[in-house]
């Protein structure tokens, strides 16, 4: 009966682990704030991806853009240069990091956070809200402001610029999937104890501890192996095509790529604790075997 309640334990410990380990790394890298802004710092530096955000945030600025006949050579030669070098301005990477917040408190904190934001039109305020409401977003506000102050200074002229660009980045179904990580990532501690407790009970129950750190060890370094695969699967699909635009799939293989980097040394330490774990119980049984074969010789 102990060999079976240690074994359940084992395998309950595991289990919860499973789950406990990517959840924590997605509560800390996904869900907050910080976390993210740091995970997409390379989106940040992307070509591609940086190319297709400013040609955004002149198009925003173009759309209603009304200079003086002196200034609009000057105006014109300050957009194209935006549309293919604003990734370069020392001011970007600030109005970049400013965009993945306000984006990511659409994304996760729901309408309120949309309408604290502003809306994706000016005079406009319900906009921005219904957009973050059903679908993933992305707010180039940041880089449209970055855009007008650039023409102010070069022109003199007083702009007016929208306080925010919301842009599509997914539909309804990725949407859900956010607000599911969102709901289920801060659950990763309460499984993180039931997995030590469950371990405890397993080492405590069981007939040889020694054999219980050995298979708790193997398990470890299998869930590392299945985190790994599952990962590789996952950027697979992101290569595949996720997202309901050209600009939603880029951002998601992107970030997809970013996560799996940040989640692998998550998986090595995982491998390298099931290691020792494993080697702690090798060394048991060894010491076991030996104090059992002294007896025996005498």
Excluded at 216 to 223: F, K, N, T
Aim: a neutral charge; one cysteine or more.
């Amino acid at each position: 009966m102990r060999t079976f309640v240690s074994a359940l334990a084992v395998i309950l410990a595991l289990l919860l682990t499973g789950f406990a380990v990517p959840a924590a790394w997605t509560e800390r890298n996904i869900v907050r704030e910080d976390g993210f802004v740091q995970l997409t710092d390379r989106l940040g530096k992307d070509p591609a991806f940086q190319a297709r955000l400013a040609g955004i945030a002149v198009s925003n600025i173009e759309a209603g853009l009304e200079l003086p006949a002196p200034a609009e050579e000057l105006g014109a030669s300050l957009l194209n240069d935006a549309a293919q070098h604003m990734s370069s301005w020392p001011e970007y990477p600030q109005a970049w990091n400013e965009t993945v917040r306000r984006s990511h408190r659409l994304n996760f904190a729901g309408p309120a956070a949309s309408s604290a934001g502003g809306s994706t039109q000016p005079g406009d305020p319900a906009s921005g809200e219904s957009a973050a409401e059903t679908s993933l977003v992305l707010d180039l506000g940041p880089l449209v402001q970055l855009l007008g102050d650039k023409l102010r200074a070069a022109t003199g002229v007083q702009l007016t610029v929208p306080d925010t660009a919301v842009v599509s980045l997914g539909g309804p179904s990725q949407r859900q999937a956010v607000d599911r990580v969102a709901a289920y990532a801060p659950m990763w501690w309460p499984a993180g104890i039931g997995a030590a407790m469950a371990l405890a009970l397993a080492v405590l129950t069981a007939r040889r501890r020694s054999a219980v750190l050995v298979c708790a060890g193997i398990g470890l370094a299998v869930l590392a192996g299945v985190w790994q695969a599952s990962a590789v699967l996952f950027g697979g699909l992101a290569s595949a095509g996720l997202g309901e635009s050209a600009m939603g799939s880029l951002f998601a293989r992107e970030l997809i790529a970013s996560s799996i980097a940040g989640f692998a040394p998550w998986v090595a330490a995982t491998a390298l604790g099931g290691g020792a774990v494993f080697l702690a119980g090798v060394v048991g049984l060894v010491l076991r075997r030996r104090r059992s074969i002294r007896p025996a010789a005498r």
